[in-house]
Every structure is written in C-alpha cells, then in structure tokens.
C-alpha cells in the first residue's frame, strides 16, 4: 500500500529500513516527518509496483516532474523538473555526482531503478550543502543496504509487445547481511531490450515501416558492492564501488530523410569508487565526508548507412571519450544552541576529459584532446528554530570554476583555446511552520547558478558554430509556497504554488560572418525566462484494502530568445495528471490500476528541408496501466504489468513516436 507522503504527498518521507542512509541527501530544511521541504520520494517497491524499470520513467510519478525525449540523431531519455532541463538538474548516486565534463548530456534511460531504496528529488529548492549546479533541481539516486545478519533477494523478469511476442528481459538482485559492526552488500541489475513495438495506429513511412521500431535495442547493467563499518552509535564507515555499463542504438526521424544519421553508442560507462563517512566527533557535533573517483567511458560510432555496416563516407566516423573525475565534499554540523544548528560544507572536484575521433574521408585518427578543469564550493546553512513549530533555514555558497587546460583539434593542427575562469554566489532561505503534528506550511527562496559546460564554451557543432569561452553562469530565482497535512486520519494533501526568474540563460544565436563563412552560432548569455505553475497531491485511505491517489501538475514557461520571436520552450506539458487505485481484491492478490495523462508540449520541425524551422505542440497522452500482484508465500511474488493499454499513439518530439501497448512479467524471491 502507498504510504501518504512517498511519491504522492510528496515531501512527506517515511524512511524504509533498507535505504542507504550514508547515501542520501539530507538538507537542514526538514519537515517534522523527515521531508525534503518541496520535494519529493519515490520508494522502491512503488518502482516496481508502477513498473518504472529506469529514472525517466520513474520521475513521471511525481508532480513537477516529467520525463521527456531528445530526438535527433542522439534520441535520449530526458527528464524536467519544474520546466528545468538535464543540464540545470544534478544527478547523483548516493550522493556522489554523476558529471560528464564535455556536456553532461545524461540519458536517464540508462540508469536502472530494480536495486534502488528510494529516488530522491528536490525541486527548486536545492541545498547550498550540495554544491554545484541544480539551479532547478536535483536527483539522488539512493542504492539498498542489509539490515539481517543474512538477506537477498533476486528478481527475472520479461517484457512483451502487444502480440505477445519477447522484447527484453531483466534480471537483478542482492546479497548481504549485517553483524553488530560490519555491514557488506552486493546488488546488481541488468535490463537488455532487443526492440519495442510502435502502436497499430503508426503510418508507415519511408524511415519507418511500423511493428518494431528500427534500431530500439538497448543493453545496460549495474553492479553496486559496498561494506561498512559502524564501531559506535553515529559513526559509520562505507567504501563503495559501482560499476554501470550501457549499448544502444537510435532510432531514425520518421520522416526526416535530409537529416538521418546512422549513429550508435557500443559503450556508454560509468564507474564510482567511494569513500562515504559519518563521524560523531562530539555530543553536538559531527562531521560527513564522501571522497571519490569517477570514470566515464562513452563512444558514438556514426556508419554510411542503415544497417551500420561501413564507414567510408565524410559523414562516418568513431568518437571517443574517456573522462575521470576525482573529488570530494567534506561538512561539518554542530548544534550550537539547542535553537541553533551550524553546517559547513566544502565541495571539490577536478574534471579530466579526454576525447578524440578516427574520420573515413579521408582517413585521419586525432590525436587525443585534454581539457582539464576544477570546481570548488564554500557554503554555510544556519537552522534558527523558534520554539518546536517554527523553523528558519538560510544558506550561502560560494562556486568558482577554474579551466587549467582545453586542448581542441581543428583543421588538422592541436590547438589550445583561452583558459577563463569564473565565480558566483547562491544564496536561499526557507521558513517552516508545523501548526499541528499533522500539518505544515512552508516557503522559500533560492538563487542559484549553473557554470557552463566545455560544450557550450568550445564546441562547433559540425562546423555550424563558433567557440565562446568567456560565457558565464546561468541563474535561477527559486520562489515556493507550500503545505501539506492530513484532512482526516485516512486522507492526506499536500500542495504548492511556485515561480523562476531565469536570467542569463545560455542560448545558441545566429551569428553573420560575412563571405564565404555565412551565418553560424555561438552560446551567449542572453535569454530569459519565467517559470510558474502550482502542484496538488492527494492519498486516500478508503478502506484497509483499498487507496486512491494521484497529483496534478500545472506549468507555464516563457522564454525570451531576442534574435527569434517565434522560440518556444520546449518538451514540458502544461498539464499533467498521474492517478491510482491500490487495491487488495483477495488474501494474495493486489490490483494497482493507474492513468498517465498529459496535454501537448512545445516542439520544433528537425528537417533541413522545412525553412524557416517550425513550433509546433504535440504529445498529449492517455496512458492507462495496471499491474497485478501475486503473493505466492511470504518471500515469493509475481508481477504482472500492462502498460499503454489504449495503444495510444503519440510523440513527446517531432519525428519521434513513442513505444505502443506492452507487457512485463517479473518473480522475485526474497531470502
């Protein structure tokens, strides 16, 4: 059953015993239930019981989050909070950062959800305490830890087109166990996809004939190994490794023949190797450390045709990254007063990335390409309580960047491009009032910034775009009013209004070189924006074998290109509605119909041909699920899963259709 205050209410945050406490994120803002103030938990079994098997899909539950499609030649999974994109979003896992230097395009799809305790996502209100970035949220991605001297489980599972036929399977699982002072765990979770099947509706074109969609197959897995150790009561010692590999291809615009690119990725990987600790150095004070190393190994294999069989064209070549990162963050918190609580955080990182690229036409290998750069973060974050029902948060930070090397290979000749260097200020206060034990108001503000990547500095995009090293942060005012409580004992709501002001936006405009050169690109800071909309939950406890629930999620975003009138942003809906039913029919069997719903988003016409490029909305969606759940013993389940019922046909991104009604099946063994 779905507890009021997980992925529903929101904020509300009941702590399961497996979550990995060393790996959340907790900000001095905190309800009296625990929660994070305006955002929100996704529990593992509500994953699985929703059937959200990777983070784009996951993040569709909540409100003020939606998940979303690249298109192009890339065609990835994205993910929206509050109209924020993937790049004003941090992602971590157990809070360490996931951070690719070149451009942080992160396809969420990549990132398995069957071995994680809970999602945590914050939106709008991002502490200082977290470093870097998230100037309109952030994502914590929290793995499992034993609580039983010995526990695992194991989980197979098998999805289906509408006819029935195999197009992935699955597997996962972990192992461990818990004495009085050690701690070890091995998780681990791999989903492999051979296709997915278009709705019977689709038209066929000349790109696309229907049935199975063309170069859908994607392969991914992750192993997670930790061990702890805990020689006191609020101490606790956890080194942790995580190992996460990726294949997948991309499917073709529908109907853009002038634009296809034949690309894809045999590698997409990610490591982490972490030192996470918490240490009671005093009676009111304590200390937090996470040290790590992460790699990232990504290559984008572009070939002359469809059935990626040759490279000999001026459009084939093989693309290589190999980037690592090494950091930490350390925070301190004392209780000054028992009014009073003082943390100090401090925050380092240094990217390294490395990329090169073997051409066809004519043969060329590059020689390797080093950019070098470091960030740092100095925060503070005050929590002033007025007597037990009043309390008040304000934070300060400090981020500087600093570029030590950008090396480029242009025109056949290594080149070194200006290294800049650059500061900013975030600043944010909360006020948090608890008028009764079942109630809470809350408000807040927050301005924070987000650096540029090397993408936005130096790329020039195939020749359409000239370098801008000298760009700047991007900003984002945070404003939120919320509360949350429960109406009865069995009816819980919970609800916010809130608005961005986004100044010095970074966005690509035209640029007239003159004879031969023409007109080009270059990222500068010139847009802005606002973002408002408000977000209503409710949980409802009918019956002790019955719950009804769901959100809503109203958004407006305008933006401000000042060389195109006719710029739209782009891939959020303006409404958007998630509602379930949890419901016990029998001793043994759980129902849990639920409906997606979503109005148009903004998108734009993607072929050469169509001049000028054309804004257009498309995207609205009904998507009805339900799953069904057998209790065989009490370590022995089966989950049966329908989704997309109505085989509805719709696209999130011009060109791109998305997958029609399917089917999954998935046992899991508890031991």
Do not use: C
């Not at 890339?74 to 451009?103: C, K, W």
């Not at 818990?178 to 989903?191: M, T």
């Not at 739209?568 to 958007?576: D, F, L, M, Y």
Request: hydrophobic share 35%; charged share 20%.
């Amino acid at each position: 059953m779905l507890l009021a205050g997980s992925i529903l209410a929101g904020a509300a945050h009941a702590q399961s015993d497996d979550v990995y406490a060393l790996g959340e994120v907790r900000v001095t803002a905190r309800g009296s239930d625990g929660g994070l103030i305006g955002g929100s938990v996704i529990k593992g079994e509500d994953l699985r019981k929703f059937d959200k098997i990777s983070v784009d899909q996951a993040l569709d539950l909540i409100p003020g989050a939606s998940a979303g499609n690249s298109g192009g030649s890339r065609n990835e999974r994205l993910v929206f909070i509050r109209g924020f994109d993937r790049f004003q979003t941090t992602l971590s896992i157990d809070g360490v950062r996931v951070f690719l230097p070149a451009d942080n395009r992160i396809d969420f799809a990549r990132f398995l959800t069957a071995d994680l305790s809970e999602v945590q996502v914050s939106k709008g209100y991002v502490s200082v305490l977290d470093g870097p970035g998230g100037i309109g949220g952030a994502i914590n991605l929290v793995t499992r830890t034993p609580q039983a001297p010995f526990e695992g489980e194991i989980r197979l599972g098998a999805g289906f087109d509408a006819d029935g036929s195999l197009n992935s399977n699955a597997i996962s699982g972990r192992i461990g166990g818990r004495s009085q002072h050690f701690y070890v765990q091995l998780s681990g979770a791999r989903n492999e996809r051979t296709h997915w099947a278009l709705p019977d509706g689709y038209r066929p074109t000349t790109l696309e004939n229907g049935g199975n969609r063309d170069h859908s197959d994607s392969e991914d897995w992750r192993v997670n190994a930790k061990v702890g150790f805990t020689p006191r009561e609020g101490d606790d010692y956890s080194l942790t490794f995580t190992r996460q590999e990726g294949s997948k291809n991309a499917p073709f615009h529908v109907t853009d023949t002038a634009s296809t690119r034949y690309w894809t990725w045999p590698y997409w990987n990610i490591d982490s190797l972490a030192l996470l600790t918490r240490t009671q150095i005093a009676e009111h004070a304590w200390l937090k450390t996470r040290f790590y190393r992460n790699t990232f190994e990504n290559g984008l294999f572009s070939y002359d045709n469809a059935r990626q069989n040759t490279q000999t064209l001026g459009r084939s070549f093989r693309s290589y990254y190999d980037d690592v990162a090494y950091g930490g963050n350390v925070e301190l918190g004392v209780q000054l007063t028992p009014s009073n609580t003082l943390k100090a955080a401090a925050f380092y990182r240094r990217d390294e990335h490395v990329e090169w690229q073997t051409s066809y036409a004519p043969p060329l290998t590059e020689p390797r390409q080093t950019t070098t750069e470091d960030t740092t973060s100095i925060a503070l974050e005050d929590t002033q309580s007025f007597g037990k029902d009043v309390d008040l948060v304000v934070g300060v930070s400090r981020d500087h960047r600093d570029l030590s090397m950008a090396q480029d290979f242009n025109t056949n000749v290594l080149v070194a491009y200006p290294l800049t260097s650059d500061s900013a200020w975030n600043g944010q206060a909360a006020l948090v009032w608890r008028p009764t034990d079942t109630a809470q108001l809350h408000a807040s503000i927050s301005s924070r910034t987000r650096f540029p990547t090397l993408f936005e500095r130096f790329s020039s995009r195939f020749g359409t775009a000239i370098p801008n090293p000298n760009i700047k942060a991007e900003r984002a005012v945070n404003y939120e009013v919320g509360a949350r409580g429960d109406i009865t004992p069995f009816i819980t709501v919970e609800g916010a209004v809130f608005y961005s002001d986004v100044r010095d936006a970074l966005i690509a405009i035209p640029v007239a070189l003159g004879a031969p050169f023409g007109t080009v690109s270059q990222t500068r800071n010139v847009g802005d924006g606002e973002y408002y909309g408000a977000e209503a939950s409710v949980t409802a406890r009918v019956t002790p074998k019955l719950t009804l629930g769901g959100n809503y999620t109203y958004l407006h975003r305008d933006f401000t290109d000042p060389t195109n009138a006719a710029f739209r942003p782009q891939g959020v809906p303006t409404h958007k509605l998630f509602a379930y039913a949890d419901w016990q029919v029998a001793e043994r069997l759980t129902l849990t119909p639920s409906v997606e719903t979503a109005s148009k988003r903004w998108t734009v016409t993607s072929s050469s041909l169509i001049t000028p490029v054309r804004y257009y909305r498309t995207g609205a969606y009904v998507l009805a699920a339900l799953t069904a759940r057998v209790q065989v013993t009490d370590k022995v389940d089966v989950q049966l899963s329908a989704r997309n019922l109505l085989d509805q046909k719709y696209q999130l991104v011009d060109g791109f259709p998305e997958e029609g009604r399917n089917f999954r099946a998935d046992l899991r063994v508890k031991f």
